[in-house]
């Protein structure tokens, strides 16, 4: 028998997990249960990272993580547990699927367009990072991190995951049109692993014209795989074509540790009513036993489910409203009582149970993710980010008298947007630019070489950052400003 580390979660969370969990009980599923403290009332016992040193040893030496949706205090400049459990233990992989659901009336499937797409989101860089800094009183900066190893895990997943759904097409939603190093690196990732997959069609989408399409023809799509903050965005749009976040699923998957939860909210008003709708909890842990190779309990359950929507069975979100909605316990009983049957539309094969999904345990060491350096690196300048309230003439004025053989001024920016050696006087600006300097004929420089420049120009500037300019072989491994 597997045993699962199970959380409740807050607001709505013990009523929908306790209803989850009889389903699982009445449909005998050999599980065990590990229940573990995560949660609001536990950040307020002084935990800042939302559970106790127990329910991480315990998460660890587990596995798999079931939980309730979780509330993070406001204002009191604690994480989310919910990302913070993702980011802990490295489940790089959101799947989130969503499919037509016979007795969820939606403009779709009043139409008859079928809908059945799985999105798969980067689930640990990005701006998720969290890493933000005020530069000055008025400027505030978030550092976007994408990078090949982590792009490589999660589309390598997104491509594993089409083969064994059967699926034809898959694409990558990007912004590389704007973010060209960042975006781009994880869109020319995606090419670099679709080669390997030759049965599939492998094509890309900007993120707003995908966003467009999803809500015009989303039938049209299968996997799409997207970065992080694109892909939470992109994720709740599609459950917003299925019925809302109720309906939507959630996996978070890593080579060691995997959750499985609800993503929609705590719901404080009306915790404790007994009215909240399971089934999002009860897809997510559908998806659940399916990854531990239970996959005769998890079609059961989910035929059970979609005949109880089917047959028009409802909780008072959603549904016929000439009917009477069931409370959390009496929608739980009514699929129990439905165990055998199958929908007229899309029920799920009884297949064999399998081995679970293996899962690599006692780590003496955090995994380095490291690419092999193809060409040789090299330094050629330096971005200078100044606080000041001068004119872009004279912030360049003030820079050239700090200037040297080894480096020339080549531009300054402001927000983005080169003012200086050229620009418009209509560019508003704020109190933070980007001075670039460059070596001169493009030659190699050293970090002393940069803090020397740093510490002449640190007599006229308060400097709030510094970025390197790097290249690879032949190849800039940054980003011209907007007109220069």
């Known amino acids: 028998m597997n045993t699962i580390a199970v959380a409740k979660g807050d607001g709505i969370g013990p009523e929908i997990m306790e209803a989850v969990l009889s389903i699982f009980d009445a449909a005998k599923v050999p599980l065990g249960y590990e229940f573990v403290d995560m949660g609001k009332w536990v950040f307020d016992k002084g935990y800042s990272n939302g559970m106790t040193p127990e329910a991480q040893q315990s998460i660890e030496s587990l596995g798999v993580l079931f939980k309730g949706p979780m509330e993070t205090p406001k204002g009191k400049g604690v994480k989310s547990v919910n990302v913070t459990a993702r980011k802990t233990w490295n489940t790089y992989a959101n799947k989130r699927t969503f499919q037509t659901l016979h007795g969820v009336d939606t403009v779709f499937s009043k139409a008859g367009i079928p809908i059945d797409i799985t999105i798969v989101r980067e689930n640990i860089e ?88 999803l809500v015009s023809r989303p039938d049209l799509f299968d996997v799409v795989v997207l970065t992080n903050l694109q892909g939470d965005i992109v994720s709740d749009l599609c459950a917003g074509l299925v019925g809302g976040l109720g309906f939507a699923p959630s996996a978070n998957i890593g080579d060691h540790i995997s959750i499985f939860e609800a993503v929609h909210g705590t719901a404080p008003d009306i915790a404790g009513k007994n009215i909240a709708n399971p089934t999002a909890l009860l ?22 489910l979609l005949y109880t929507l089917e047959s028009g069975v409802h909780t008072g979100d959603f549904g016929d409203r000439s009917t009477p909605s069931l409370n ?11 165990f055998g049957k199958k929908p007229a539309h899309n029920p799920r094969e009884i297949l064999a149970d399998q081995p679970p999904t293996p899962t690599h345990f006692k780590l003496e060491k955090n995994p380095m993710l490291e690419s092999v350096e193809a060409f040789q690196e090299s330094i050629v300048g330096v971005d200078m980010f100044i606080e000041s309230n001068l004119q872009p003439v004279a912030v360049a004025e003030k820079c050239l008298q700090h200037t040297s053989d080894l480096f020339k001024l080549v531009t300054i920016s402001n927000r983005g947007t080169q003012v200086w050696p050229k620009g418009s ?58 007109g220069q």
């Open 126 to 213: 990005d701006t998720y990072g969290g890493i933000e800094h005020m530069l000055t009183h008025d400027v505030a900066l978030s550092r976007r991190f994408i990078t090949r190893p982590g792009s490589m895990q999660v589309i390598r997943y997104a491509f594993e995951m089409a083969r064994k759904k059967g699926t034809k097409r898959i694409t990558c939603g990007h912004k590389a049109n704007i973010m060209k190093l960042t975006d781009g690196l994880f869109l020319e990732v995606f090419y670099e692993v679709a080669k390997d997959y030759p049965e599939l069609k492998a094509d890309d989408v900007i993120v707003d014209d995908l966003c467009m399409k």
């Open 283 to 304: 897809l997510s842990g559908i998806g659940m036993l399916r990854h531990l190779g239970l996959m005769q309990s998890a079609a059961m359950i989910e035929n059970a």
């Open 328 to 338: 959390t316990t009496s929608f739980a009983a009514a699929i129990i009582a439905n």
């Open 425 to 482: 006087v209509f560019t508003n600006l704020v109190n933070q630019y980007r001075c670039r300097f460059e070596s001169i004929g493009d030659s190699p420089v050293t970090q002393t070489d940069i803090l020397e420049l740093y510490r002449r120009l640190m007599q006229d500037f308060k400097i709030c950052s510094t970025e390197l300019l790097n290249m690879w072989g032949d190849k800039k491994a940054y980003s011209l400003a907007q």
